[in-house]
């Protein structure tokens, strides 16, 4: 890796921990259910892209240089593991029934499967 590759990560992460900033609290101030549908939205959908690039750059459309600008830079400022896991014991502090199991289940199931359709989309280009 080439240091021009590794700055365009570094802006790649700061934009798109910018862009999670702005859509967890667009997603926050819309749903009041006390869930963190924000994280949640933003996990999913980031390794839904990050699967699609993978199977891109596995199907030789994408340069593994692009792949690491967007895949670890800007979806690895997006997405972000150590929130949901925040989330996680924010619930077990308010004692949520059941919350604290079944967001950590499904954000782990559901992520997982979108970066398998990705990956599968990604690579039928």
């Known amino acids: 890796m080439n240091a021009g590759t590794f700055l365009l990560a570094m802006v790649g992460g700061g934009v798109g921990a910018s862009i999670r900033f702005v859509l967890d609290g667009r997603i926050m ?72 199991v079944w967001n950590g289940i499904v954000v782990l199931v559901l992520a997982v499967a979108a970066a398998v359709i990705g990956l599968l989309i990604g690579r039928a280009f």
């Open 29 to 100: 101030r819309t749903v009041h259910t006390g869930y963190p549908w924000g994280t949640f939205t933003i996990n999913v959908t980031g390794w839904l892209v990050l699967g699609f690039l993978t199977g891109l750059a596995h199907s030789s459309v994408l340069d593994t240089s692009w792949l690491f600008i967007l895949g670890e830079g800007a979806l690895g400022g997006y997405t972000t593991f150590s929130t949901a896991m925040v989330d996680i014991v924010h619930m077990l502090q308010k004692r949520t029934n059941g919350g604290p």
